[in-house]
């Protein structure tokens, strides 16, 4: 149903929205949070990325309402931009918790955590770049590697929660811990979320 020789923008500007989650992702993840100053660094850096998320699917937006035609729905364009720039979102989200709690303190559990996240955010830019060649139905073994990777989240987020409430006898150190692991979790969500939505894509139009 497509021509696989022209580059459709719609699916150029969603590998650009994946690239930078890509980016901002492996940002958070190469950094070290060794004091405050740092700390405030990786968040206005993080913030940057969140900003050209938004600036991304500004401009998706406004593609979408002057064409008549899309290569798929709209809304499936749309929610697919939307739940990738979830992602980023998140990972802003939760460094701005360790700005606000002061909290330089990494775990073992919370690098495997964005570890794997950013591996997810690997394998949705190769999911796009292979929507770019429109090639969907090879999109599917990228999905089921980013739901493998949330699995391995979910296993991260039982144990770390057990040994926290287990070991740690501070109850201020308790809900900040607690909070960062469940913002990691939810973050490790949206990128099944991902998965589902472009498998959802490949059903309607492979």
């Known amino acids: 149903m ?3 020789k022209k580059q459709d923008p719609f699916f150029q500007a969603l590998l650009k929205i ?20 740092a700390l405030q660094e990786i968040t206005q850096k993080l913030k940057d990325y969140e900003t050209s998320g938004d600036k991304l699917i500004h401009e998706l937006i406004v ?9 798929i729905e709209r809304e499936d364009i749309l929610a697919l ?7 980023i979102d998140g990972v802003e989200g939760c460094i701005a918790h360790f700005n606000m709690y002061n909290l330089i303190e990494v775990t073992e559990p919370m690098r495997q955590f964005l570890d794997f996240i950013a591996k997810s955010t ?32 979910d296993e991260i987020f039982r144990s770390s929660m ?8 501070d109850v201020l150190r308790i809900i900040i811990f607690k909070d960062i692991y469940e913002q990691f979790e ?3 969500d949206s990128c099944q979320t991902v998965a589902n939505t472009i498998e959802t894509i490949i059903m309607r139009n492979a």
């Open 81 to 87: 931009a939307n739940k990738l720039d979830d992602v």
């Open 18 to 37: 994946a690239k930078n989650v890509n980016e901002g992702v492996y940002y958070a993840h190469n950094s070290s949070i060794d004091n405050i100053d």
């Open 2 to 4: 497509f021509n696989s």
């Open 186 to 188: 939810e973050i490790a």
């Open 122 to 153: 690997d394998e949705m830019v190769k999911a796009m770049e292979l929507l770019n060649k429109k090639k969907l139905v090879e999109m599917r073994e990228h999905c089921i590697l980013i739901k493998d990777y949330e699995r391995q989240c």
């Open 63 to 71: 593609m979408l309402n002057k064409s008549f035609m899309t290569p």
């Open 162 to 169: 057990g040994d926290l409430f287990k070991n740690e006898k």
